[in-house]
T-cell receptor, first 114, second 110 residues
Framework: DVKVTQSSRYLVKRTGEKVFLECVQDMDHENMFWYRQDPGLGLRLIYFSYDVKMKEKGDIPEGYSVSREKKERFSLILESASTNQTSMYLC?????????????FGQGTRLTVV | AQRVTQPEKLLSVFKGAPVELKCNYSYSGSPELFWYVQYSRQRLQLLLRHISRESIKGFTADLNKGETSFHLKKPFAQEEDSAMYYCALSVGNQGGKLIFGQGTELSVKP
């Protein structure tokens, strides 16, 4: 069974803290993604990576960075957390393939910044 | 501009009634479209993709390039269909880079 695992289900952090969200996949997928899910806005792409040590900005990268040191792990970093980053964060992975390749999602991390 | 629009935030129907969840897109190329579903307390998962032309759990979706639509349909809704549905457009040459609509919550009442 394919698996994308996010290290925390719920996180509460203080404004200004540096926050790490971790994601691991066990499917040997090349591609990994971080999305943010907000009611009424759907999912928006923050960053993605098509290979180890490679990263590309998505649609809303401001205030975030990422790290991909190993193929199976993709970390999202909030450099200085702010209350407007309170959200549900979803990690996803997909294999190399065409435009129609399925993405597999983690269970999500609900981050609250106070 | 690349965009996916789901005009209905909430759709409420009775069990056995037909369901249509609307999705419209804006894309200059040839679109690859998906429907993803999130059941309560479960992770987001693929329901169907237009290129497969298959029916999953009784749902079908037809790509209409003239109307730039990809509506999701089911002739007889079941209570277990209650979930959040997202229409998504692939915008990378690798799968997974997606633009999502705002989502439609489907509620099927007994």
């Amino acid at each position: 069974d394919v698996k994308v695992t996010q290290s925390s289900r719920y996180l509460v952090k203080r404004t200004g803290e540096k926050v790490f969200l971790e994601c691991v996949q066990d499917m040997d997928h090349e591609n990994m993604f971080w999305y943010r899910q907000d009611p009424g806005l759907g999912l928006r792409l923050i960053y993605f990576s098509y290979d180890v040590k490679m990263k590309e900005k998505g649609d809303i990268p401001e205030g975030y960075s990422v790290s991909r040191e190993k193929k199976e792990r993709f970390s999202l970093i909030l450099e200085s957390a702010s209350t407007n980053q309170t959200s549900m964060y979803l990690c996803a992975s997909s294999p190399t393939g065409g435009w129609d390749t399925e993405a597999f999602f983690g269970q999500g991390t609900r981050l609250t910044v106070v | 501009a690349q965009r996916v629009t789901q005009p209905e935030k909430l759709l409420s129907v009775f069990k056995g009634a037909p369901v249509e969840l609307k999705c419209n897109y804006s894309y200059s190329g040839s679109p690859e479209l998906f429907w993803y579903v999130q059941y309560s307390r479960q992770r987001l998962q693929l329901l169907l993709r237009h290129i497969s032309r298959e029916s999953i759990k009784g749902f079908t979706a037809d790509l209409n390039k003239g109307e730039t639509s990809f509506h999701l349909k089911k002739p007889f809704a079941q209570e277990e269909d209650s979930a959040m549905y997202y229409c998504a457009l692939s915008v990378g040459n690798q799968g997974g880079k997606l633009i999502f609509g705002q989502g439609t919550e489907l509620s099927v009442k007994p």
